[in-house]
């Protein structure tokens, strides 16, 4: 379904401008304006690249998504560049400090700190206030960050790791199995394996490692940034692992190919 019209009408009522506001500003005549909000005509290419340059949102969202059912912290994400949700498709632009060689460094997001980066991940002068430091044997051409993990849901990485991620621009191209580190909106920064379920679902699920957590799915639109989880960092020595342990680990690896086995039975 066409949602253009009634998108155009609702952004420029959200702004507080009029018709006129918008037509002098696209250089389209008032009528012009009239016509599109109220489905009396359709947009050509031009118009659409106008409206879409106008108000900041890719041209699929202003069609295809009904921008009425947004939450209201949706729709601040919208209008603040962030449509990503919508589909998990756009291209992201992230805040980020550089060394004095103009390296990209590892920013640290600790466990206090969490909260925090939630609701400012895209702000540079929140972003400027965190820890940094350099991992050599990373690659320069990407983009890494560091985030400390709680609980024990993905053991044998223990509670009190850091781990350290690449930044996806594209959900899409997260693949099913990888562990990432997703930045939610109401559940806070959680590290879990993901089955992309974008296509069939617009949704993630997330699984643990520890098999007394339950999978859960996880709509794109919850989903504020993911990070594909590169390596951690522990500073404990770990125990050895008993018996039972090392079978309830075998069990957890054999519940993840189960769940991937039964995903591609249903997709042939």
Same mark, same amino acid.
């Given at each position: 379904?066409?949602?253009?019209?009634?998108?155009?009408?609702?952004?420029?009522?959200?702004k %507080?401008?009029?018709q006129?506001?918008?037509?002098?500003?696209?250089n389209?005549?008032?009528?012009?304006?009239n016509g599109?909000?109220?489905?009396?005509?359709? &947009?050509?290419?031009?118009?659409l690249?106008?409206?879409? !340059? $106008? $108000?900041?949102?890719?041209?699929?969202? @202003?069609?295809?998504?009904d921008?009425?059912?947004?939450?209201?912290?949706?729709?601040?994400?919208?209008?603040?560049?962030?449509?990503v949700?919508v589909?998990g498709?756009n291209? /992201?632009?992230?805040?980020?400090?550089v060394?004095?060689?103009?390296?990209?460094?590892? #920013?640290f997001?600790? +466990? !206090?700190?969490?909260a925090?980066?939630?609701?400012?991940?895209?702000?540079? #002068? $929140?972003?400027g *206030? @965190?820890?940094?430091?350099q @991992?050599?044997?990373?690659?320069?051409e990407?983009? $890494?960050?560091?985030?400390t993990?709680?609980?024990d849901?993905?053991?044998?990485?223990p509670?009190?790791?850091?781990?350290i991620?690449?930044?996806v621009?594209n959900?899409l191209?997260? %693949?099913s199995?990888?562990?990432c580190?997703?930045? *939610? /909106?109401?559940?806070?920064?959680?590290?879990?394996?993901?089955e992309?379920e974008?296509?069939?679902?617009?949704?993630?699920?997330?699984?643990s490692?520890?098999?007394?957590?339950?999978?859960y799915d996880l709509?794109v639109?919850?989903?504020? #940034?993911?990070w594909?989880?590169v390596?951690?960092?522990?500073?404990e020595? &770990?125990?050895?692992e *008993?018996?039972?342990? +090392?079978?309830?680990?075998?069990v957890?690896e054999?519940?993840?190919?189960l769940?991937?086995?039964?995903k591609? !039975?249903?997709?042939?």
């Amino acid at each position: 379904m066409n949602h253009f019209s009634s998108n155009i009408k609702l952004l420029r009522n959200r702004k %507080k401008r009029t018709q006129n506001d918008v037509a002098a500003a696209l250089n389209l005549k008032r009528t012009t304006v009239n016509g599109l909000e109220n489905s009396i005509s359709q &947009p050509t290419v031009p118009q659409l690249q106008a409206y879409s !340059k $106008y $108000y900041g949102i890719a041209i699929d969202t @202003l069609i295809n998504v009904d921008l009425n059912r947004l939450s209201e912290n949706q729709f601040t994400d919208l209008q603040n560049g962030f449509d990503v949700f919508v589909r998990g498709t756009n291209l /992201r632009v992230i805040a980020t400090t550089v060394d004095s060689e103009n390296n990209d460094n590892i #920013e640290f997001v600790n +466990q !206090k700190a969490q909260a925090g980066y939630v609701t400012s991940f895209a702000d540079p #002068e $929140y972003i400027g *206030t @965190l820890p940094v430091f350099q @991992l050599p044997f990373l690659s320069k051409e990407k983009k $890494y960050r560091a985030f400390t993990i709680s609980g024990d849901s993905m053991l044998p990485i223990p509670g009190g790791s850091v781990v350290i991620g690449e930044f996806v621009q594209n959900f899409l191209d997260v %693949k099913s199995g990888q562990a990432c580190i997703v930045v *939610t /909106r109401d559940e806070g920064i959680v590290f879990k394996l993901v089955e992309n379920e974008i296509e069939e679902k617009q949704s993630f699920q997330l699984v643990s490692l520890n098999s007394q957590f339950e999978p859960y799915d996880l709509p794109v639109t919850e989903i504020k #940034e993911i990070w594909k989880f590169v390596c951690f960092l522990n500073t404990e020595i &770990p125990e050895p692992e *008993t018996d039972l342990q +090392q079978l309830m680990k075998s069990v957890n690896e054999m519940k993840i190919e189960l769940q991937q086995l039964k995903k591609v !039975k249903r997709q042939t």
